[in-house]
């Protein structure tokens, strides 16, 4: 598997990563979820999925560990971000994302991390919930904290 961008975020994460920058609307946020690794579906099949209910609807599953909870990600949480004029490119980033004592217990492995928009915290509803990125995140939780170093050249890049 390879880290990729699904096809409904393409030409519109930089805009949702605005919104939320901006406070636009009030309740938008970037969420962070883990998937496990038993019965994940192929990234050719995962990457055409619409909302987060649809990502999961197959045998792929998100994490179920103890110390495992969604990050959510709002306009205080996101750092400043521009276009790179000079290479013609705009990274966008987040800060670390740190789970702690997550357990070997729930799912047990864990294979991907998952950004994801979400124009309305407040719905509660995964069906609102656009998938952004899949990255690579192998591990297996023993209970110490755990730690998702993002790339320092940025979670999502569009050239």
């Avoid at 598997?1 to 393409?10: G, L, R």
Wanted: net charge negative; no cysteine.
């Amino acid at each position: 598997m390879a880290d990729f961008i699904f096809n409904i975020a393409k030409g519109s994460f930089v805009e949702w990563f605005n919104r939320v920058d901006t406070n636009d609307p009030a309740n938008s946020a970037i969420i962070i979820l883990l998937l496990a690794s038993s019965g994940i579906e192929t990234d050719a099949v995962l990457k055409d999925v619409d909302t987060v209910t649809a990502l999961v609807a197959g045998t792929t599953n998100e994490a179920t560990n103890t110390g495992y909870a969604r990050k959510v990600l709002t306009d205080s949480d996101l750092g400043a971000f521009a276009p790179d004029d000079t290479n013609d490119r705009y990274d966008i980033d987040i800060a670390d994302q740190t789970w702690t004592g997550l357990a070997n217990d729930g799912t047990g492995a864990i294979s991907d991390l998952v950004a994801a928009y979400d124009n309305d915290t407040t719905s509660g509803t995964d069906a609102n919930i656009k998938p952004i990125s899949q990255h690579d995140f192998a591990i297996t939780p023993d209970g110490s904290d755990v730690t998702a170093q993002i790339n320092a050249a940025g979670l999502v890049r569009a050239a």
